[in-house]
T-cell receptor
Framework: GAGVSQSPSNKVTEKGKDVELRCDPI?????LYWYRQSLGQGLEFLIY????????KSGLPSDRFSAERTGGSVSTLTIQRTQQEDSAVYLC???????????????FGDGTRLSIL | QKEVEQNSGPLSVPEGAIASLNCTYS??????FFWYRQYSGKSPELIMF????GDKEDGRFTAQLNKASQYVSLLIRDSQPSDSATYLC???????????FGKGTTLSVSS
């Protein structure tokens, strides 16, 4: 597609459930990033993928959060045993190349709005 | 904790005026700087990026970078009501693996 695609656009789930969020980056973009934006907070970095590997996962807030990327394309962010403080908009971004290759601008998807009841 | 600081605003300017948005960053290792526009309920949209000291112009937008002062700015000329949004300043971390975002400045352009 022309842009970064995320699904679902909205997700409401009960506390304690697991959720999976999907990101399909711009075709040909080798770098993929996950961020989250909570109400009143700035965008917070979660994880960076170069190809299928994640050289920087320093922003993942706890071991309940994990992410993978397959085929150098689609990425899934998984949150296990969700808590109310996980409620946020989860944004995925991609760039043509990543760290060490001359930073290219990151382009964002529309995000997944996650609400934990 | 490396930070990017922005005045939250709101910054109010009349239509046709120049809007000036500023940001400072704390990580001297930051190499690349970006301005995103975010409308309420929408995702960030890239407006400008700048890597070198000095000015970079694109249409009505000019980004300015001063690495010695750790200062980045965005000028919007001939401001339009459609420019009313939150403007996010971002800097790469030293490793270049992530963007560090400011909390944004809200711009309101009145007609």
């Amino acid at each position: 597609g022309a842009g970064v695609s995320q699904s679902p656009s909205n997700k409401v789930t009960e506390k304690g459930k697991d959720v999976e969020l999907r990101c399909d980056p711009i075709s040909g973009h080798t770098a993929l990033y996950w961020y989250r934006q909570s109400l009143g907070q700035g965008l917070e970095f979660l994880i960076y993928f170069q190809g299928n590997s994640a050289p920087d996962k320093s922003g993942l807030p706890s071991d309940r959060f994990s992410a993978e990327r397959t085929g150098g394309s689609v990425s899934t962010l998984t949150i296990q045993r969700t808590q109310q403080e996980d409620s946020a908009v989860y944004l995925c971004a991609s760039s043509l190349v990543g760290a060490g290759q001359g930073n290219q601008p990151q382009h964002f998807g529309d995000g997944t709005r996650l609400s934990i009841l | 904790q490396k930070e990017v600081e922005q005045n939250s605003g709101p910054l109010s300017v009349p239509e046709g005026a120049i809007a000036s948005l500023n940001c400072t960053y704390s990580d001297r290792g930051s190499q690349s700087f970006f301005w995103y526009r975010q409308y309420s309920g929408k995702s960030p949209e890239l407006i400008m990026f700048i890597y070198s000291n000095g000015d970079k112009e694109d249409g009505r937008f000019t980004a300015q970078l001063n690495k010695a002062s750790q200062y980045v700015s965005l000028l919007i000329r001939d401001s339009q009501p459609s420019d009313s949004a939150t403007y996010l300043c971002a800097a790469t971390n030293q490793a270049g693996t992530a963007l560090i975002f400011g909390k944004g400045t809200t711009l309101s352009v009145s007609s």
